[in-house]
DNA sequence: ACCCAGGTGGCCC
DNA sequence: GGGCCACATGGG
């Protein structure tokens, strides 16, 4: 898998990029689970209507009913089962932590993903984005992006691999730990959306001649 | 009136 | 392991 040198070439592309669009530790778990399958500028009305009701606290959330958490994010679609998820995940971490997310981040990265899948509604992708993007481990969430990345430069054997099999394929071949899993997340991210067949940006592609396989046009890797 | 978006869980074979 | 479905809103 030529990783070392998509990263590169992303990175050269858009720039250093180790972001997730939060202000904080609770934020980014918030939105981990408000954006399943979901447009990203939806949650972020669904994180304004968290902030405009106070609840970007988690000792707000605990007290808070469920009804008035649906409505504060029912912009981010499925709001039914995402208000629940925050809610039982609060309560969660006010039962077992006494509401201290740095002590529940304390954990062993394997024992923490391993407890984190347990919680109704959090999946490997939920999961690992946690992992990456609030309590800094070297993990990597195979999203929707890297996948049709992968299916292209790669073809897709690789990129409709099994959840699990394909990250840890992942981790074997790129080993630039935090820094490099948050990058290789946000830039794959950034193509897509920048190549996006109605996306007016006419710039060449930095994987186009790296790339085996052309599928469909949708995940954006077409150069206009 | 479609189709899609940074998933997850349940059920079936 | 894989295929199908519900979950629901907002934008193209």
Redesign the pocket.
Known sequence: MRLREILRRLREHFGRHG???AETDYEVIL??IL????????VE?AIEGMRGRGLLDPKAVVESELYRLEEAV??????????WRILAFTRYLFDEYSGCLKRLFSKPTEELRREL?E???????????ILL?AVGRPVL?V???VRRTLERVEGTATG??????LQSLIHKNLKGGVEAYRDL??LT?ML??AYCR?DPICLPCPLKDICRYSLSM??GLEAP
């Open positions: 972001w997730w669009p939105g981990a954006v399943q399958r979901t447009a990203w500028r939806n009305k029912r912009s981010s679609g499925f709001y039914r089962q995402k208000a899948l919680l109704e509604g959090f999946g490997p992708e939920t999961v690992d984005s993007y969430p999203d929707a992006y409709r691999m099994p959840y699990e099999e997340r946000a991210v897509g959306k109605k949708k995940a």
